[in-house]
């Protein structure tokens, strides 16, 4: 059986920068991070609204060994302390726009004075403001700007190639922006290895990248012509490199979203045998957008079967605003609706999402 975790980082020991996002859907990628990566060694995370927590009993209850510090100081001496001394500064924040702010912007130049190498997801590049460059040449530290894309000349289009892909694909889809998907697809993708499955994922965002997702693109940083081409080889080359029986793709925003609407290259382009819909029951309304109604659950099935040509096999829970019993009402609300296995994998773990999975890779074999 495969191994999910490497033993040791493969980049480094990283703080993470979450200044008062943590407790918000603008601190994503942080919360990430927090849950899992096969990157870096997650040293803290800077957020001085929640000082003296532990992040990971802070969102799921269950602590990590990552404390909420107030500042970098706070935050490099916490390392040390722990026999973990940071290399890496990570921004956590995913503000809307990707856009770096004044004070992101002082963050990062703080951390490069104290020689930490910065990592960056966001669309505002730090390689292209000359003050943080030169003072990172100055401090022989490294920037790394996630979604910066390759060369329009190393991009491809779609081929057709993603027909010679003998694994099993599935793709976790949302009905909303920031509810889950990136979670429960490596969630997925550690149960399948579990299991006895070997799995790969391809991200499509930065934090998937971060997290260490091997295979990948950088869906909302690509020119639109080549979207659909880069995720098919992103596909192909997780398939040809790694020979995995099963392939998860991670989603991006949703299809029914008015300001990221995501979902339908992956639907056309990765061509997944299965979608998992991720859902958060106490939603209302988009993400960011008072005013704008969340779809129906029902509704967006029907859009992604429409479109795919494939079935929705299983609805995952973000359990946003809602306690235990809250979730299994919900849960079962969904399974009574859907005829869906409805299951929470940050509560109860993804062994009932893994077994719909496989029965299903059972049917497509057959």
């Given at each position: 059986m495969t191994d999910p975790m490497p033993k040791v980082p493969i980049d480094g020991n990283a703080i993470v920068y979450?200044?008062?996002?943590?407790?918000?859907?603008?601190?994503?990628?942080?919360?990430?991070?927090?849950?899992?990566?096969?990157?870096?060694?997650?040293?803290?995370?800077i957020d001085s609204a929640l000082v003296g927590r532990d992040a990971?009993?802070?969102?799921?209850?269950?602590?990590?060994?990552i404390p909420l510090l107030p500042d970098l100081p706070s935050a490099m001496e916490s390392a040390e302390?722990?026999?973990?001394?940071?290399?890496?500064?990570?921004?956590?924040?995913a503000p809307d726009g990707g856009r770096l702010s004044s004070p992101i912007r002082d963050a990062v130049l703080e951390a490069v004075r104290a020689g930490l190498a910065v990592d960056s997801g966001l669309h505002d590049f730090l390689s292209e403001d000359s003050e943080i460059v030169a003072l990172a040449e100055r401090h022989g530290v490294a920037l790394r700007d996630v979604r910066r894309t390759p060369p329009r000349g190393q991009l491809h289009a779609f081929t057709g190639k993603i027909e010679e892909v003998g694994a099993y694909r599935v793709a976790v889809l949302g009905t909303d922006s920031a509810i889950g998907k990136r979670t429960?697809?490596?969630?997925?993708?550690?149960?399948?290895?579990?299991?006895?499955?070997?799995?790969?994922m391809v991200g499509t965002g930065q934090t998937a990248w971060m997290q260490g997702a091997r295979f990948g693109v950088?869906?909302?940083?690509?020119v639109n012509d080549f979207v659909a081409g880069e995720i098919e080889h992103a596909v192909w080359t997780a398939w040809r490199e790694?020979?995995?029986?099963?392939?998860?793709?991670?989603?991006?925003?949703?299809?029914?979203?008015?300001?990221?609407?995501?979902?339908?290259?992956?639907?056309?382009?990765?061509?997944?045998?299965?979608?998992?819909?991720?859902?958060?029951?106490?939603?209302?309304?988009?993400?960011?957008?008072?005013?704008?109604?969340?779809?129906p659950l029902g509704t967006q099935i029907q859009a992604i079967e429409l479109l795919s040509n494939r079935p929705v096999i299983a609805v995952t829970i973000n359990h946003e605003r809602l306690d235990r019993d809250g979730v299994a009402r919900a849960a079962a609300q969904i399974e009574r609706e859907t005829g869906l296995p409805a299951v929470d994998v940050l509560?109860?773990?993804?062994?009932?999402?893994?077994q719909a999975i496989r029965r299903h890779m059972g049917e497509v074999a057959r």
């Open positions: 979450c200044e008062g996002a943590f407790d918000s859907t603008y601190g994503k990628t942080a919360h990430g991070l927090v849950r899992h990566t096969r990157r870096y060694c997650v040293t803290g995370v990971g009993e802070f969102l799921d209850g269950r602590p990590a060994g302390r722990a026999g973990t001394p940071a290399s890496h500064f990570v921004i956590g924040i429960t697809a490596w969630k997925l993708v550690d149960g399948l290895e579990a299991a006895g499955v070997r799995a790969e950088l869906l909302d940083s690509l790694a020979g995995p029986e099963a392939i998860v793709l991670e989603g991006q925003g949703s299809l029914m979203n008015p300001a990221y609407p995501g979902g339908f290259e992956i639907l056309a382009a990765g061509r997944p045998h299965a979608v998992v819909l991720q859902h958060a029951p106490a939603r209302r309304e988009y993400d960011g957008f008072p005013g704008y109604a969340l779809h509560l109860e773990g993804a062994n009932r999402l893994v």
